[in-house]
C-alpha cells in the first residue's frame, strides 16, 4: 500500500471551484466545499499562497517562498536586484501568521528632472560642508567633488551631454524591509487581520500597520472585508531637504520630513456562478505631509528658445486624495484559470487612470504550467505637471516634471513559467517587459525643445526566479 | 416533472459507539449514518433526512428507474428535453470533468457495459464487438445548450460515478444545515464527515482488502471532507494471464491496462474524491505518480 500525501495541483484546484460552484448552486451550503475552507483536517493540503494562486489555503502548513527579482531599465538607467523571503505559518484552527523579509539593492541612474538640451547641462548638487565625507560621488566616475569658489563648501557636479536626458547617477541604495501579518478567525464566518511593515533606506523611513475584518455572508457565496491601513513615512535626504522651487545649489539645509497616510478599502467577494469568482474593491486614502522627491529639479527655459535659464527644486502639494474602484474576475474553464481585471483611479492632483489586465493560467502537464499576461495602464497628467517652466512667468506653487506625474501609457506583456519539482516545491519563473510612452513632442514645446525628447518613461525588463516549498 | 417522490423511511436505527447508526439501503448499496449524540429522536431524524435525501436522488438520476430524470433522457429520442436546475448543475459538472479530464470522466460511457460484463470470467468481448459501440460513447457528440440536452439516438448517459457521491455531499450538508451532531454518512463506501468527532477526535474508517479473505488494508482517521474507493475486487475479467479490471477507458472502450485494484482518495467533498479516484484508476499503472503530481491525499493498492 502505497501513501501519499498533498499538495494539489491544478486539475485538483480547478475541481475544488468547480464543486463549490456546483454546491453554491444547489443553494446549500458552500462553506465545506469552497476551495478556502476546505482541504483541512484529513492533513496538509494545497497550496495557495504561491505568488501567483490565491484561493486555497495551507491549514497546518508552513509555507516558504524564496524569490529573486532582478530589473532593469533601458538606457542604462535604474537596476535593481531583490532577493524576497516569505514564510507563513498556517495553525490548524484558520490562524495565518506570515512574515516577508526584502533587501533591496539599487544601482544606476534617474532622471533628474531637467528637460534635455542641445548642449551639454552641467548640474551642482548639494553637498556636505568640506571636511565631511560624501558618498554620493562615488558612483560610475559621472560626477566630480568640486570646491564652489568663494567658499569652503563641497558640491558634486556633474553633466548630461547635448540632447541627453539629464539623469543623476548618483543613485545608489539599499532597503530593507520587514513585514508582518496575522489573522484570526474569531467566529465561523469572521476574519480579523492586523498588520505591520517597516522599511528602511539611508534617507527613507516607513512605518505601517493595518486592521482589517473580513465576514462571510449567505454560506461563504459572498465575503464582504473592510480593512484601514496606516503609513508614517520620514524623508531625510542626504544633504537636507531643499526649499522647493529654488534654484539648484549647494547648501540645503531644511530639517528631515514626514507624511502619514491613512487609506480604507471596501470590498465585496461574489461566487457569481460555477466557474466565476468576482471582486469589487472601492479604496479611499489620503496622504498628507511631504510629497515633493528632494532630488528632482525641473528646468526653467527661455520662453523664446527654449534654452535652460536655471534649475529649481520640484514642489508637489501636501494634500493628495486618492479613489479607486477595483473589478477582478477570477474564471475557471477546462485546464485553464483565467484573470481578469480593471481599476479607475482618481486623485485629487488630477490625475486619472485606467488599468485593465488579463492573466491565462494553462496547465501543461500536472506538473507544469504557463501564464501569459498583459496589462495595460493609462493616466492623464497631474494639474502642477510641466516639463518645463518658462522664464518670467510666475511662478506656480506646485510644479514637477516627473514622468511618473505626466500623461502616458503603459503596457506590461509577461510570461510565468511554473514547474513543480516535488510534491510540495514549485519552481517559478517570470519574466516582464513594461513600456512607457508619451508625448514626446508635445505641441507647446518651445524654440529647440521642440526637437528634444521630452518624455523621460521608462522601459524596464525583470525577471523573477523563485521556489516556493511547503512542509508540515 | 417533478421528481420529487415521497418515500417511506426504511431504515433502522441502532446504538453505536458515541451515539447511533441508521442503516438503510439506495443507490444499490448499504448506507449508514453515523452519529454522535445521545438523542435517539434526534438521530432518527437526521437519519431518515439523510435516507429521504439518498432516495431522492437515486429516483431522480438512476438510470434502472424508468422514470427518472436519466431515463427520460436517455429516452429521448434524438431530442432536445429541457432540465431542472439541479440536473443542470449536475451535468455542467460533468462536462467541466470530462474537458479537466481530457475525456476520461465521461458520462456516456456506460453503453460499454452491455458487451464488458465483469464477472470474474475470461468473457472478453472482441473487438468488433467494442468497436461497434464506439460511436455511441462520447460526450463531445452530445448537444449540450443548458438548460436542454440533445442526446444522440442510441446513446446514453449515465450518471452513477457522480450521483452517489453528490448524494453524500448533499446528505451532509442537509444534516449540518439543522444540527451540530458529528456525523458520518456513507453511501456505499463514499463517504464524508461532518467535522471532527464530539470530542474532537478523528473518525476511523478502514479500507477493504482487495484480497478475498475480507481483512483490511488499513484504516484511515479524518476529522474533515471525504473518502471514496474506485476498483473493486470482485469486478474483473480474466484471460491469458491478463486481468481487465472493470474501470473501462471511454476514449478506447478497453479497460485501462494495469489499473490498480483500488484506489482511496481523500477530497473535501465525496464529489471530488470520486472524480479523483476514477481518473486516477484511469491512469493505469501511472495512478500513482498521477495522485502525487495532484497532490491529493490517497491510498492505492495494485
Redesign the interface.
Known sequence: ?????????A??R???L??AS??A??G??AQ??S?AA??????P???ARTPTSDTSSDLGLTRVDTAILFYQEAGGRVKATEPVTSITFNGSDGEILSVKLTADSLTGATPNGAAPWKATQTFISPSKSKGVQTTTTSASGHSQTVTLPGTDIVASQYTADPHALPLDYGFRDTRYAVDLGYTTPIDAVTRLSFGGGLSTERDFKSLSGSFGLARDLFDKNTTVSAAVNLEYDTSNPYFGTPQPLTEMSALEKGPNQSKTVVNAVLGVTQVMN??WLAQVNYSVGSANGYQTDPYRLISVVDGTTGAPVRYLYESRPKSRIRQSLYMGNKIA???TVTDISGRLYHDSWGINSVTAEIAERVAIT??LYVEPHLRYYSQSKANFFHDYLIDGQTLPDYASSDSRLGKFTATTVGLKVGL?VT??GELYVRADSYNQTGAAHPATAIGDLKTENLFSGIKATSVIVGYTFAFQ | MSYTATLQPQGLLAAAENGFVYQFGAMGSPCEIRMETHDASLALSLGEIAEAEALRIEHKYSRYLKDSCVSHINQSGGKAVALDAETVGLIAYADQCYTLSAGQFDITSGVLRRVWRFDGSANIPSPEEVDGLRDRVGWSKVGWHPPEISLPLDMEIDLGGLAKEYAVDLAVQRLQAISDTPVLVNFGGDLRVSGPRAKGGRWRVAIESVEDDSGTEGVIELSDGAITTSGDARRYLFKDGVRYGHILDPRTGWPVRDAPRSVTVAAPTCVEAGILSTLAMLHGRDAWSFLKSEGVKAWVLF
Open positions: 500500500m502505497q501513501l501519499i500525501s498533498p499538495t494539489p495541483a486539475l485538483t480547478t475541481l475544488g468547480l464543486t456546483l454546491f448552486a444547489t446549500l451550503h465545506d466545499v476551495p476546505s482541504h483541512s483536517a484529513y492533513g493540503s494545497p497550496d460555477r466557474n474553464l477546462g485546464p500536472s506538473a513543480k510534491t510540495n
